[in-house]
């Protein structure tokens, strides 16, 4: 498995994520992959561990094992895992239901919560 290799995983489909991959874009220097399954987003890590991952969608769409072996294969490099949701969807269910999750979302993100993100991401990378 590689290193971390500076990017943003963005995984799964949601009506704002080709919004979500434009603002991404302007605020990182590394590149942002989207993976439409998870099968796609293991495969990606395999070949390098990304400083953020985002779960776009409603937590339905991502199990708790596939989060954990997300939190796992990423740990050592200190990956941080979001969640982002339309404003429409359903609430996501409680923080203590998602344990491998860092922190949920609700799109659209503001340029600036965007970019304290990726900030935050970078630094818990380089702790």
């Known amino acids: 498995m590689g290193s971390s290799n500076g990017y943003v995983l963005l995984l799964g489909q949601c009506l704002g994520a080709d919004l979500t991959l434009q603002s991404l874009s302007t ?5 942002v992959f989207v993976a439409q399954s998870a099968e796609q987003a293991v495969a990606r890590i395999e070949q390098g561990i990304p400083y953020l991952v985002i ?13 954990n072996q997300l939190r796992e294969t990423t740990k050592p490099s200190g990956t ?3 969640a ?3 404003f429409h969807e359903p ?10 999750i860092d922190g949920f979302l609700v799109e ?3 340029q600036d919560v965007l970019h304290l993100l990726v900030e935050s ?6 702790l």
Request: hydrophobic share 35%; net charge negative.
């Open 27 to 31: 605020q990182v220097e590394g590149p």
């Open 84 to 86: 982002l949701t339309q």
């Open 55 to 67: 779960l776009s969608g409603t937590d339905q769409n991502w199990s708790p094992a596939f989060v």
């Open 80 to 82: 941080t895992i979001v």
């Open 91 to 100: 609430s996501w269910s409680p923080q203590e239901d998602h344990p491998g």
């Open 108 to 110: 659209p993100l503001s």
């Open 121 to 126: 991401a970078v630094a818990k990378t380089t």
